[in-house]
């Protein structure tokens, strides 16, 4: 048996183009046009590509996007005060701070000023405590495209044996909240859980999230079982040669043995092209949502999650 790969990047495609003519729909009924404020600070090389990433996806979308860069020595003060201009601003209705930001900057401040119905990455207060209450809330990019490709892949998850690897604010904590929503037997291993393996091997549904590559081994996983992939990690690569400062190139990979998984598993995300383009696309899904809720309206019901 070979595993089933889950194409994320196809997945997100389909809802990527959904959402591309809503908001063309939007636009033709004379409701407006949605608009997303990402905030960069600091010149780390993974937040730059991820935040070019969303800025396309926003733009093919026909979302307005509305870039901005700050060094890594702006003041905390100052990063305030701008979210305080772009949660007054009637053109924006969806605020992202990309994270991580520099150690001066106290990132739960930050995240708590967004206003709660502009935060599209879910990471405010009072979303997560509405996700954690089965309130309406936005949900973490993250989670909730890993909870799509789950629900394609399997349909009704009431019942299924989820273990989470991981336990951070932005996926395994709010993965864990939706899971139990969904009515799975969630376990959450993390750094201090003693037996991991034996965790994992009781699951129907794996999500690994600890940002250690090849962590989850073929043998901790049950035949059967639906892996998730969220971990993204650059390894050196020896077999693919130098690069031109000398040193081996780099891949990305996983937090699962993705080579020998796909002997045991049922179905399997790939690293990269599994969770990652789902996450975008899960973010464009937001904005819309936090347009029409700011408008009034209800999400158009192609878009349900
Ligand atoms: N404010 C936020 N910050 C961060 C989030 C977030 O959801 N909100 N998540 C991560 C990074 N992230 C989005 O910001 C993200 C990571 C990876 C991808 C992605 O598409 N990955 C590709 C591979 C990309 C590559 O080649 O490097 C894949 O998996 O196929 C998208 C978004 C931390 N910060
Ligand atoms: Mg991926």
């Excluded at 201009?85 to 053109?91: I, K």
């Excluded at 739960?108 to 935060?119: E, T």
């Excluded at 081996?248 to 043995?257: A, H, I, N, R, S």
Aim: net charge negative; with cysteine; charged share 20%.
């Amino acid at each position: 048996m070979t595993a089933r790969i889950i194409d994320g990047r196809e997945r997100a495609h389909r809802l990527r183009a959904k959402i591309k003519d809503t908001v063309s729909s939007f636009k033709q009924d004379g409701l407006g046009t949605p608009g997303l404020a990402v905030v960069l600070v600091g010149s780390d090389p993974a937040s730059e590509v991820y935040v070019r990433s969303k800025l396309r996806a926003t733009e093919e979308a026909g979302i307005q996007s509305f870039s901005h860069h700050f060094e890594d020595t702006v003041t905390q003060a100052d990063l305030l005060a701008f979210v305080e201009r772009l949660n007054t601003d009637p053109a924006v209705h969806g605020i992202l701070v990309q994270l991580p930001l520099p150690a001066h900057i106290d990132k739960l401040a930050v995240i708590n000023a967004i206003a709660p119905d502009k935060d599209v990455d879910g990471f405010h207060l009072e979303n997560v405590g509405r996700l954690a209450t089965g309130q309406p809330s936005f949900i973490p990019c993250t989670p909730l495209g890993c909870l799509m490709l789950l629900r394609e892949e399997l349909g009704d998850l009431r019942g299924r044996v989820a273990t989470i690897v991981g336990c951070s604010n932005i996926v395994g904590h709010p993965m864990a909240e939706l899971l139990l929503k969904n009515e799975c037997t969630v376990l959450i291993a993390h750094e201090y859980t003693r037996d991991t393996g034996a965790l994992v091997r009781q699951a129907d549904i794996v999500v690994a999230a600890a940002g250690v590559p090849g962590l989850i081994k073929a043998d901790w996983l049950k035949p059967g079982a639906c892996v998730i992939d969220v971990g993204i990690n650059r390894v050196a690569a020896p077999e693919k040669g130098l690069a031109d400062d000398g040193a081996p190139k780099t891949k990305l990979v996983g937090d699962v043995d993705f080579a020998a998984a796909l002997a045991v598993a049922d179905a399997i995300t790939p690293v990269p092209g599994g969770v990652g383009p789902m996450t975008i696309a899960c973010l464009l899904l937001n904005t819309v949502d936090a347009f029409c809720t700011q408008a009034g309206r209800a999400k158009p019901a192609c878009l349900a999650a």
